[in-house]
């Protein structure tokens, strides 16, 4: 299979987050994508598709307060990454705050995501690597890989959160809607639930989103997630969300997939953008499925059974050892 990756993605590194209380070192490390990178072989550099696919799903004052936001908090006199330590209560109105405290709480609905200096620059190229990866299935390939990095399914229009910046998953759907290759449906393996992804689409009937991942009552992102939750509007019907219980095996993992499959396809699906996590993987450090690494060929064989073109867009996985052979295990589940 055809993969993407493009160097500058590595230039975001934080260096920790606040995880249970106490800082630890940033799960989502450059090293994950050297380790996928050297499984998958010698993936081809990301295409330059501009801002103005970002600017489809990303509102312009959430991007001008990511590109400025660690040069003001190092203006502030700061060291190290930029992150926040207070947020609105929900549904607080939107204010134009100058202080760059009150800006991180505005943008950002976690502790887990900070920005660093190369954060900006890592989360465009993570974005232009998701659309080259469409461009090629929209030219013709049935399938492509962008190894995208950071990840991208947490970060809403104008939040980031999650390891997330730029919803790349998002950007890749509306960027296929737009070219005509619809119905897109968007369906989100990783073991958390995409909530960004949820949040942009939920309200839209012309693009499906369904997600099947740990039940947020016991697993982060909480809020969002609850199978009740299936769209609002014009969405109504067009958001599905498939909560697992902590321990879940592959046997269950795959019976989640097809109720998931037969849902994109009665809603007449021409198009996939999927969002694969490898953090559904036993050995995952923050996660608690049971997914084997010799299981992962077998959910990539399922989803490649549904018959759609598809963008394959990197999500999560932290087990850093064991993510290279996972993801390639996964993408061998396809036909060439
Ligand atoms: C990103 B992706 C738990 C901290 C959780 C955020 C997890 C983000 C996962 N104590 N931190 O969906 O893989
Ligand atoms: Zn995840």
Redesign the pocket.
Known sequence: MISFFDERQLSHTPLR?L??GTWTPYAECADRARNIRAAVGTPAPARDFGMAPIEAIHDADYLAFLKGAHAAWRAAGREDDAIGYTWPVVRRRKLSLDRIDARLGQYSF?A?TPIAEGTWDGAYWSAQTALTALDAVLGGARTAFALCRP?G??AGADYLG???YLNNAAIAAQHAHAAGAGPVAILDV???HGNGTQDIFEARGDIFFASIHADPVTD?PFYWGHADETGIGDGAGTTLNIPLPRGTRIDAYLAALDSAHAQISAWGTRFLVLSF?A?TFSGDP?SHFAIETEDFSAIGARIAAMGLPTAIIM??GYAVGDLGGNVARFLSGFPD
């Open positions: 987050e995880h249970n976690d887990s990840p399914h947490h999650g390891y997330c990783d073991y958390h982060y996590g953090d923050i999500e999560g």
